[in-house]
Structures are given as structure tokens and as C-alpha cells.
């Protein structure tokens, strides 16, 4: 289905475009999924490993967004982690549903390269780079740090259950975290990664 | 920023941002967050690493119904809105903007729901160019879970129903929210609609398809739900309106 409303947004920010969702105005809101929609699908697919799986976070969370947008307070975030927040939860939502094994295998899957079908956009093109730019402060941690960040993150796994399933002790588990997601941080950084 | 060495939890703020703590880690931490600006500062910064694992993966086109479905329910729910409050919103303009955008059109769509649900559903009938005719049911909120001005009501689309409720109150401590559909004389069915209402009061629910439904409820449950409701309605909407059923 192609755009109900093609160009419109292409000067706002995502603020300004919230700020029209709050205003239940549809022509903002599918401004914000053809921006975010991508990410949005992507993040939601490599956690769930399931188009379909995928499609009804996403559509949850940006459902959520068009009717929840009037709640949205800026000092927690920008609109896009707002967004991709909201599809994250949905996802491990629907993560916890499962059986643990298949939660467990969709979780260890490996950083998979997808490449979207279709035309890509301008805009596609810079989040594939920032995508490329985040993996590669990523793959900067050491790989026992990295794996503990991305279990969390992509899989909803607690620090006592990947613990229990790869054997070592929680303290290690714990300081995995946090050493991992303040290089990760300090790697961003350097990069010049900006958020949102 | 680097947390105080002085701040015993602040070792949890990485688990904490990125939820992996046990829940009693878990309710330690928020309990001590809420008054230590230092941990406070070093969640927000490492909130952002972690938001920054989003665009990790690489954009991956979503399929386009996705965009097709997106947009008619939202288009159905703007039009609802906008044919409920052209009046609210010449008075809502008069309120600074985070203010004003904050509940004034569920509310206004709600009273008119109530007030005119059938008129709406004729608003929304005649645009059957992409959408199944459309029609809204309005319901009522009991003084026992709403506050005066509380407001319920059913939009059908199809085989999709939602339940539009406005300030009503939350569930009992240790309860949640249930919605049943009855089809008499059958006894009611639970419908999997288990829901809480935030601090504004305003939520809206997904029902499964209505056929042959009469009547829907919501009670109050024990938090998993029940089989049966074990306690009297807090919102009543009938479904049959003169001369026509649901689905």
C-alpha cells in the first residue's frame, strides 16, 4: 500500500510529528512508520525470528504510539527510543509466551544480515549505515561481554538465567553487564553515535 | 559518568536499564533510584547505549499490509474522533500543548459515543471504500468503577471490536479488569480481555469477534482472570441494537 499522505513530514522532526499523532492526525503518524517502520520490523524480527511474530509487535507498539502519543514525556527519551521501546517490550512480551527452549534458541540465533526487499530510501540507506556503525561498537566489546548484552537486549534473558543455562556464576554474569554496557557506551561515544 | 564508589547499587544500574535483575534486585534498585540523583544520572546515560541496540539490526522493510492495516484503523479512529469533538477542540487549544494534547479526544469521543454511537457508526458506514461498515455501541460505567462522568462504548469494524473505556477507575488492589460476552442462555464466556487502566483512566481494549453476543461485560477478577465472574458489572454495553445484531 503506498503512502496516503506521499512527502508529508519530510521537514519535522519526530517531535513535531508526535506532536500531531497527539492530535489523532493520521498524516504524522504514517510519517513516523515509514521513518521508523524499518527499525521498528527489524528489531522485532531478530528478536521473535518470525515475520509474522514481527508484524504483530510492530503493530502493537506503533497502535500503542497513536494512541498513547499524548503521554509521551521527552525528558525519558526521544520519540524513536520511545517507539523502539515500546516494540521491544511488546516482543519480549510475546518472547515470555513461548517455551523456554524455543525462546532460548530464537535468542542465540547469530547476528544475521537481512536485507530489506524493495527500494530502499535516503533514509534506509543512513540507518543501515547507523546500524553497520552500532555493530561495529558492538563487536569492539570482548565476545563474552557482548553475548551477555545481547541475550538481555534481544532476548529478555535475566542475569540468573544465563547464569544457569552457560554454567558460571551470577557475579560473573553481573559484571559482564556492566563492564559490557559501559564499554558500549564509551564505544558510541567514540564513534560519535547519537542517540534517537 | 561513572556512578559513585560510594553508591552500593549502583552496580545494578547496567542490569537494571537493560531489566535482568531478579525482581527483588529489581524492586531494591527502583526503591534506591528514586532518590539517588547519582544513579539516576548513570541510567539515563547508559539507557541511551542500550536504546542504541535497537539500530544494531538492519532495517528490514516491513511487509506492506502491515502500513494498510496501520492506517485504516487509525484513519477509523481519527474520523471517530474528529466527528465527536469539533467543539472540544476549539476549547482544548486554549491549553498549553502537552496539556491540551493529553486526553481531551478520548474523552470527547466517548461522550459522543455514548450520546450519538449511532449516528457515528453511520458516519463511519458510509465510507465503505477500503473498510467493512463500521458501528459503535455505546455502554454504560457503574458508580462503582467510574467517576460521573466515566464513559464506555464499542466500536465494530467487521469482525474487529474495540472497547473504548474513559475514566474509569483501576482495578481493586490484587484485581484486573475482564471483559465477557454474553450470548444467552448460554452462561458468560470470558473473552481473554484481561486489562488494568492507568492513571488517566482511558484505555482501549481488543475483543474478539461479537457474533451472536447480546451483552458485554467487564467485572473485576482475581489478577489470572476467572472462568466465571465472581463479581457484579462495572461496565455494561448491549450489543443489540434495535432491529440488528453484531457481526
Redesign the interface.
Known amino acids: 500500500?503506498t503512502?496516503?499522505y506521499p512527502g508529508y513530514g519530510l521537514g519535522l522532526t519526530d517531535e513535531e510529528l508526535l506532536?500531531g499523532v497527539?492530535?489523532?492526525?493520521?498524516a504524522p503518524?504514517?510519517a513516523l512508520?515509514e521513518r521508523h517502520?524499518?527499525?521498528?520490523?527489524?528489531?522485532a524480527?531478530?528478536m521473535l525470528g518470525s515475520?509474522a511474530c514481527?508484524?504483530d509487535a510492530?503493530?502493537e507498539a506503533?497502535?500503542n504510539l497513536?494512541?498513547s502519543?499524548?503521554?509521551y514525556d521527552s525528558a525519558r527519551?526521544s520519540p524513536r527510543?520511545w517507539l523502539?521501546?515500546m516494540?521491544?517490550n511488546r516482543s519480549?512480551d510475546l518472547l515470555r509466551n513461548r517455551r523456554v527452549h524455543e525462546r532460548r534458541r530464537v535468542a542465540i540465533m547469530g547476528?544475521e544480515?537481512?536485507?530489506?526487499?524493495?527500494e530502499e530510501s535516503g533514509a534506509?540507506l543512513i540507518?543501515?549505515d547507523?546500524?553497520t556503525t552500532?555493530?561495529s561498537?558492538?563487536a569492539s566489546l570482548p565476545p563474552e561481554q557482548r553475548c551477555v548484552?545481547?541475550l538481555?537486549?534481544?532476548g529478555?534473558?535475566?542475569?540468573?538465567e544465563?547464569a544457569e543455562h552457560f554454567d558460571m556464576p551470577l557475579g560473573t554474569v553481573?559484571g559482564r553487564?556492566?563492564l559490557?554496557?559501559?564499554k558500549?557506551?564509551w564505544a558510541?561515544a567514540e564513534i560519535g553515535?547519537a542517540?534517537g | 559518568m561513572k556512578p559513585d564508589d560510594d553508591c552500593g547499587p549502583a552496580h545494578m544500574a547496567a542490569g537494571w536499564v537493560l531489566g535482568m535483575l531478579a525482581p527483588d534486585e529489581a524492586r531494591e534498585f527502583a526503591a534506591h533510584l528514586a532518590d539517588c540523583a547519582t544513579c539516576q544520572a548513570e541510567v539515563a546515560s547508559l539507557q541511551e547505549a542500550a536504546d542504541a541496540m535497537a539500530a544494531a539490526v538492519p532495517p528490514a522493510a516491513p511487509p506492506p499490509e502491515l502500513r494498510g492495516r496501520l492506517m485504516a484503523t487509525v484513519s477509523d479512529e481519527a474520523e471517530l474522533f474528529q466527528a465527536a469533538g469539533s467543539h472540544e477542540s476549539e476549547r482544548v487549544n486554549t491549553h498549553p500543548p502537552r496539556r491540551r494534547l493529553r486526553r481531551a479526544p478520548l474523552a470527547a469521543a466517548a461522550v459522543t459515543l455514548v450520546l450519538g454511537g449511532t449516528v457515528l457508526g453511520g458516519v463511519l458506514a458510509d465510507r465503505g471504500d477500503r473498510r467493512a461498515e463500521s458501528r459503535t455501541f455505546p455502554g454504560i460505567v457503574t458508580p462503582a468503577a467510574g467517576a460521573p462522568d466515566a464513559r464506555a462504548a464499542i466500536l465494530v469494524r467487521g469482525d474487529e471490536a474495540k472497547l473504548v473505556l474513559s475514566d474509569l477507575e483501576g482495578a481493586p488492589d490484587g484485581q484486573i479488569y475482564q471483559a465477557w460476552l454474553e450470548r444467552p442462555p448460554s452462561a458468560p464466556t470470558p473473552t481473554g480481555a484481561l486489562f488494568s487502566v492507568g492513571a488517566s483512566g482511558d484505555t482501549t481494549i481488543s475483543l474478539p469477534p461479537l457474533r451472536g453476543a447480546r451483552r458485554m461485560i467487564v467485572t473485576s477478577e482475581p489478577a489470572r482472570g476467572s472462568t466465571v465472574p465472581t463479581l457484579p458489572p462495572v461496565v455494561i454495553v448491549d450489543l443489540v441494537a434495535p432491529g440488528r445484531t453484531p457481526g
Open positions: 500500500m503512502s496516503g506532536q497527539a492530535r489523532l492526525e493520521p503518524f504514517e512508520y517502520g524499518p527499525v521498528a520490523f527489524a528489531l524480527r531478530r515475520r514481527a508484524e510492530v503493530q506503533f497502535l497513536w494512541r502519543a499524548a503521554s527519551g527510543s523502539l521501546g516494540v521491544r519480549l547476528f544480515e537481512r536485507i530489506a526487499t524493495g534506509d540507518r543501515r547507523e546500524a552500532v555493530r561498537a558492538l548484552l545481547e538481555a537486549y534481544y529478555g534473558w535475566t542475569q540468573a544465563i553481573k553487564t556492566r559490557g554496557l559501559e558500549l557506551r558510541l553515535h542517540a
